[in-house]
């Protein structure tokens, strides 16, 4: 279909009632309807009413007040950001202070080929955690280390809880020294909402948003893990040589994994990633993060998984 000047005021303008996910929503409806007229064309059929967008679960955005709109449109902070602590707001993501977030470790100068998210909790077992590090950096090829960095994200709000994770990655004292190896804490004002105090999908959503946003073009792309999984040996390369495999077909996401948000690659930095992380902060309330990414592909058009065969990521407790 072609995009007339009508058209064009049309999206425009529905950007600036709705915001960005006004213009997903309208993104998800150009990309339906020129599918849809492609089929059309086959059967000679024409077509003139409007089809509605069929994203399965995901809901019309509530309509914004006019305050919040500003706020989520402004890219650039009023005044440069002080060196006292900024009192972050709830899911903001743009106005994460990366070194503040940064526990152990130190970020590396050059951007690297792939970044390790990996949500972690007291809760899920130190040992977990211990087991899954050891994993990955013991498979990762020494020729590979220098551009692999693995951030784990201690997300509890307890601070002995968060002190056990400390505990457990500082335990890993080379690569923590050579920057392949990081943790961070999110600032508690991250999460100052009721429903992120309370709800836990809401906060899982949350910080597998701020994880997401803190790793933003510290590689070319990134890979969600959890506290619990076990790897091969070469999945760096199985990695590299599975993205190459895709030459210029199109994709958004490619998995590694058959759980429901782990071992998901996407590329870092760019508008997958904004997307991606604007759906877990939006929607956190109403689908968990497996649904959420989901409605990602759909709403990317991206029709089928691309997976990676056989899965390179596995819960730690099954048999190899
Ligand atoms: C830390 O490392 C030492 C030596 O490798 C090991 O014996 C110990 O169990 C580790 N402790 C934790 C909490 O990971
Ligand atoms: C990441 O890279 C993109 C593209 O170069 C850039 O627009 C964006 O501002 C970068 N983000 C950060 C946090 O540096």
């Known amino acids: 279909m072609h995009l007339t000047r009508s058209h064009y005021r049309i999206l425009m303008s529905m950007v600036a009632a709705l915001g960005m996910m006004g213009f997903l929503t309208v993104v998800?409806?150009?990309l339906d309807e020129s599918l849809d007229a492609t089929n059309q064309h086959a059967d000679?059929?024409?077509r003139n009413a409007q089809t509605e967008v069929k994203i399965d679960n995901v809901q019309r955005p509530p309509v914004m007040k006019s305050s919040d709109l500003k706020e989520r449109l402004s890219v650039t902070p009023k005044k440069p950001a002080?060196?006292?602590?900024?009192?972050?707001k709830s899911g903001d993501l743009k106005h994460i202070d990366r070194e503040k977030a940064l526990v152990l470790?130190?970020?590396?100068?050059?951007?690297?080929?792939?970044?390790?998210?990996?949500?972690?909790?007291h809760a899920g077992g130190e040992d977990n955690l211990e087991q899954t590090l050891k994993s990955l950096i013991q498979n990762t090829e020494e020729?590979?280390?220098?551009?692999?960095t693995i951030v784990v994200f201690?997300?509890?709000?307890d601070q002995s809880a968060r002190q056990a994770v400390r505990y457990v990655v500082g335990n890993f004292t080379e690569p923590v020294q050579s920057g392949m190896l990081q943790l961070i804490e999110?600032?508690?004002?991250f999460y100052r909402t009721p429903e992120a105090q309370k709800n836990g999908q809401v906060k899982e959503n949350l910080d597998n948003a701020f994880l997401i946003s803190y790793s933003e073009n510290l590689s070319e792309y990134y890979l969600q893990l959890d506290d619990s999984v076990k790897t091969v040996p070469g999945y760096v390369r199985s990695i590299r040589d599975f993205i190459n495999g895709q030459g210029k077909k199109y994709w958004v996401t490619l998995e590694f994994s058959s759980k429901p948000f782990t071992g998901k690659l996407i590329r870092s930095g760019g508008r997958d990633q904004g997307q991606l992380t604007h759906l877990l902060v939006e929607f956190g309330e109403k689908l968990s993060v497996g649904k959420l990414y989901e409605s990602f592909k759909k709403f990317n058009a991206q029709k089928q998984p691309i997976m990676?065969?056989?899965?390179?990521?596995?819960n730690l407790g099954n048999a190899p």
């Open 44 to 46: 000679g059929k024409t």
């Open 143 to 148: 020729a590979e280390r220098p551009r692999v």
């Open 82 to 88: 002080p060196s006292v602590e900024i009192e972050m």
């Open 186 to 189: 999110a600032p508690l004002s």
């Open 154 to 157: 201690a997300h509890d709000f």
């Open 28 to 30: 998800a409806y150009v």
């Open 308 to 314: 990676h065969r056989p899965p390179l990521f596995d």
């Open 105 to 121: 470790g130190h970020t590396r100068k050059d951007k690297g080929f792939l970044t390790i998210g990996i949500p972690a909790s």
